[in-house]
């Protein structure tokens, strides 16, 4: 595997592939990766000649400082799970390399960026959209791979490749979980032990939510979910929405949408924790 650091090296590396004719997938990543991450690069092989992953804590997304300085930065063993799992290239820039100056540009994704994560996390799309346009200009990949864990953020993507005229597809990917059921994310590293244990009743609950939908209203569900993870002591929850999975905007009625979908936020330690299921 090629680590690259700079622009002007990835692109020259990159201009040398495709001029061979050969097909660029590429995986974005804010690295500690764990196999949700690697099924998306195995994936990304399946399907094209060149894998690119890129490792970049981006900071710009970040609206709180703990919350990127707690930010898990593990490169050695990432740089092993990469040569192990057939990368091709591993791009992983400094923040200097990325924004020698800094962007200003405002992003208007409509209703996609006001609600769940957007309403929680202000600025945190506009800053994952500067970044995922910038590394889509510099790979230029065929393909780009996106978890379906980050559902919210996998539909700003598609937005923002239509916005820019970006000419990539767009590939989503289900989400991956522990044996437990908890969605595999960096942030799990960060989980105290009892967080830990506790962690896979979330993906418990939205299961059992899930094969009630018949007998409960939208309303009667979301009360359900609420109640269920409030009865954790150590489980806040920050939003359970239950949106049409194209457009994100809330529905009433489970007739609103063709799917619909319940996307969660639970904090444990301090720690947010998003998972979602498809009703
Ligand atoms: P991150 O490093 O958290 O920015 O994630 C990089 C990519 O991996 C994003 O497209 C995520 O949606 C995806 N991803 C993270 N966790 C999982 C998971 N458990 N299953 C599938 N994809 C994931």
Redesign the pocket.
Known sequence: MNIINTIADIKSALILEKEKNKTIGF?????AL?D??L??IQKAKQDNDIVVCSIFVNPIQFNNKEDLEKYPRVITNDIKLLQNNDCDYLFNPSVDEMYPKPDDTIFDFGHLDKVMEGNSRPGHFNGVAIVVKKLFEIIEPHKA??????FQ?LLIIKKLTEICKLNVEIIP?????EKDGL????RNLRLSKHGREIAPNIFKVLAEAKTLKNKLSVLEMKEFVNKKINNFQEMEIEYFEIANAETLLPIKDWHDSKIAIGCIVVNIDEIRLIDNVIF
């Open positions: 995986v974005p990543t804010m690295g764990h949700g991450h099924s998306l791979y996106f978890g379906e864990k980050d953020q990917y289900p989400i991956i979980r969605a595999m994310s960096s």
